[in-house]
């Protein structure tokens, strides 16, 4: 899809990931930003012995979705720790208040489609096949699918059809990771990983 446009509830925690889910109710106004998020989780992953991977925040008047990827050093991840990972960020989440509204928290591996968020991740899978979305057209395109080649500075150089193009790292909406079935041994795409959780939370009262 186009930047800005909806992803059709496509999920990028993608097969074989673990993930948990939690509802919660709040006032209704939104008012945060992506870059606030990641400072407020980013340490509190990372002292649980986690890698924090990155966000998705969907921001809705109705009820916003707000993803959290992580991953375990040499390990796979557990549903447990997505259980732990979203119980901390849930008691932060009620001192900090930083999501005004009703939300619904996704915490999940990233799952071999794993979404790549900085230029750290693109350049841990050089010779990757990727998916990436981009706000400002390039050669009057959005989308772009092929092998990740090379990154340098702020940029990626992607092989699209044999073609290089250059791709400023600020200019991407989403990207993740092509998965190589075959290699990984299916023989189609496997199913998603249905092992999930939920509780709910009344209402805040100020």
């Known amino acids: 899809t186009d930047a800005g446009e909806a992803d059709n509830g496509e999920f990028w925690n993608g097969p074989c990931a673990h993930f ?29 012995g986690l890698e924090f991977v990155g966000i998705e925040f969907s921001p809705s008047r109705g009820s916003s979705l707000l993803r959290v990827f992580i991953d375990a050093p040499e390990r796979a991840v557990t549903i447990e720790d997505c259980e732990r990972v979203s119980r901390e960020i849930s008691a932060l989440m009620d001192v900090n208040d930083p999501i005004e509204g009703r939300y619904t928290l996704e915490v999940s591996s990233p799952g071999i489609d794993r979404p790549l968020f900085t230029i750290a991740h693109f350049s841990r899978f050089v010779g990757s096949e990727a998916k990436i979305n981009v706000a400002l057209p390039i050669d009057g395109r959005h989308r772009f699918q092929g092998r990740i ?18 791709i400023v790292h600020a200019n991407i909406v989403k990207a993740k990771l092509v998965p190589d079935y075959a290699a990984l041994g299916f023989a189609a795409a496997p199913k ?14 100020k």
């Open 20 to 48: 948990f889910l939690a509802d919660f109710a709040a006032g209704s106004r939104i008012a945060v930003t992506n870059e606030k998020l990641n400072e407020l989780l980013t340490p509190l992953v990372t002292d649980l």
């Open 192 to 205: 998603k990983n249905e092992n999930t959780g939920s509780r709910k939370r009344g209402p805040k009262h």
């Open 149 to 166: 080649k090379a990154v340098e500075d702020d940029r990626i150089q992607l092989d699209q059809d044999g073609k290089d193009v250059h």
